[in-house]
C-alpha cells in the first residue's frame, strides 16, 4: 500500500519540543524528496521543511535554528525534530513525498496535529 504515516504530534508547553516521525510505504523512500506542510486555522498551507534524497535540507524562515528535518533510509522514516516551539507552530502538520522529477508532492499523509499552549 501506497502510504505515508505520521505520528508524534500532541500538546507542548511553549518552549518544548516534540519529534515527528514519517514512515512510508509503497514508494521507493530513498529517492524521494520528503517534506513537512503545515496548516493552521484560517490560514494558508505552508511548507516548513524538506529534505532531498541527498540530506540536503531546506526550511521556512519561521522555523530556521528551531526545528530539524532527517531521514533514515534504511528505515522509510523521515522525522522533524522541534525545539523551542512557540504558540504559532500550533498547526495540523502534513509530511508529503514527491519522485525525483516531481515540482509538487506525489503523495500526502493524513496529518497530525500540534498544538503549542501553556
Known amino acids: 500500500q501506497v502510504q505515508l504515516v505520521e505520528s508524534g504530534g500532541g500538546l507542548v508547553q511553549p518552549g518544548g519540543s516534540l519529534r515527528l516521525s514519517c514512515t512510508a510505504s509503497?514508494?521507493?523512500?530513498?529517492?524521494?524528496?520528503i517534506g513537512w506542510y503545515r496548516q493552521a486555522p484560517g490560514k494558508e498551507r505552508e511548507l516548513v521543511a524538506e529534505?532531498?534524497?541527498?540530506?540536503?535540507?531546506t526550511y521556512a524562515e519561521s522555523v530556521k535554528g528551531r526545528f530539524t528535518l532527517s531521514r533514515d533510509n534504511g528505515k522509510n522514516t523521515a522525522y522533524l525534530q522541534m525545539n523551542g516551539m512557540k504558540p504559532e507552530d500550533t498547526a495540523v502538520y502534513y509530511c508529503?513525498?514527491?519522485?525525483?522529477?516531481?515540482?509538487?508532492?506525489?503523495?500526502w499523509g493524513q496529518g497530525t496535529q500540534v498544538t503549542v499552549s501553556s
Open positions: 509503497g514508494i521507493v523512500f530513498r529517492v524521494a524528496k
Open positions: 529534505i532531498s534524497s541527498g540530506g540536503i535540507t
Open positions: 508529503t513525498s514527491r519522485g525525483p522529477l516531481s515540482i509538487r508532492p506525489d503523495l
